[in-house]
């Protein structure tokens, strides 16, 4: 399983970007999916998850800024990031948990916000 993750870039403080996580195959039906991100130096934090049935959790440091959804008709996964802060600066990594045991990561994309 490969996960695709697109839509990282460069922006200034208070603007906005739009995540998308693609997996291959026929897992997205069924996985539970999420966004986590990390800095050099720092462990990976957990941004937004939504669970194969649709209910949602967000960090508390991204709440209200941060909407995570998915697209179960495309297969797509997104993170649409508003009010982005120069400290959202990180590699965001989509994951899909498939069971208990076995969770897929993607390369990563990286988000950029300048002051």
């Keep these: 399983v490969q996960l695709q993750a ?3 870039g460069l922006v200034r403080a208070g603007g906005s970007l739009r995540l998308s ?3 291959s195959g026929s897992i997205f039906s069924t996985a539970d999916m999420g966004w986590a991100r990390q800095t050099p130096g720092k462990q990976r934090e957990l941004v937004a998850s939504i669970a194969h049935g649709g209910s949602t959790n967000v960090a508390d440091s991204v709440k209200g800024r941060f ?3 998915r697209d179960n008709t495309s297969n797509t996964m997104h993170l649409q990031m508003n009010l982005l802060k120069p400290e959202d600066t990180a590699v965001y990594y989509c994951n899909a948990k498939i069971s208990r045991y076995t969770t897929y ?3 990563g994309t990286l988000v ?3 002051s």
């Design 6 to 8: 697109s839509g990282g």
């Design 21 to 23: 996580c693609v997996p």
């Design 67 to 69: 909407t995570i959804s």
């Design 105 to 107: 990561w993607g390369r």
């Design 112 to 114: 950029t916000v300048s």
